[in-house]
DNA sequence: GCCAACGTTGGC
DNA sequence: GCCAACGTTGGC
């Protein structure tokens, strides 16, 4: 089982959505790397949900996978705001993930509290300019992540 | 609102 | 294939 960051803006998704959904598709991820990740997750993984564009941004749940390798409905939907015309059923371009919501923290950990237990080597997220949306964690940093959030469900 | 740090696009 | 211009992300 892997560990994985994947960061939503609150305004436009938050955790408080992941838990009234409970389930899932992680779509509109537009961006190579990004994409590579996902499609690399594996049915079990775990990610934490991180709220960007937040005061204060940060670590503010978890969530599982629980289907993997899903195109992206959302590029076949001319409608969409994450239509690629150039992608096609037969040959999707985009493929990503169904996660599950597991565990919403009472209070977040801020990045800036992040920033104070990890190197930005150590967790990607709290490298000025990193962008990218999902990013991995490694196992010992996560456990470490895990006991510093007080997840219940790890 | 600013702007650094990217990623993408398109002319050549 | 290069790279300037442009667009986006996201912290501050």
């Known amino acids: 089982m892997a560990y994985w960051l994947i960061k939503s803006e609150p305004d436009v998704y938050g955790i408080e959505d992941m838990r009234r959904e409970n389930v899932g598709i992680w779509d509109g991820v537009r961006n190579y790397q990004a994409r590579n990740y996902l ?3 594996k ?3 775990r990610a ?3 709220h960007s564009n937040a005061k204060p941004p940060g670590v503010i749940g ?3 996978v629980v289907e993997e390798n899903i195109a992206d409905p959302t590029q ?4 969409s705001d994450y239509f690629d015309p150039k992608s096609t059923p037969e040959n999707p371009r985009w493929h990503t993930v ?3 919501f597991v565990e919403a923290l009472p209070e977040i950990v801020a990045l800036e509290r992040l920033r104070e237990h ?3 080597e150590e967790l990607g997220v709290v490298k000025r300019g990193t962008r990218l949306s999902v990013l991995p964690v490694e196992e010992a940093i996560a456990q470490r992540l895990l ?3 007080g997840f219940e469900h790890s």
């Not at 076949?76 to 409608?79: K, L, S, T, Y």
């Open 118 to 120: 990890f190197q930005p």
């Open 43 to 45: 049915k079990g993984d």
């Open 98 to 100: 169904k996660v599950r």
């Open 76 to 79: 076949f939907d001319p409608e």
């Open 48 to 50: 934490f949900f991180y």
């Open 147 to 149: 006991k510093l959030g």
């Open 39 to 41: 499609k690399a997750m």
């Open 62 to 64: 978890l969530v599982e």
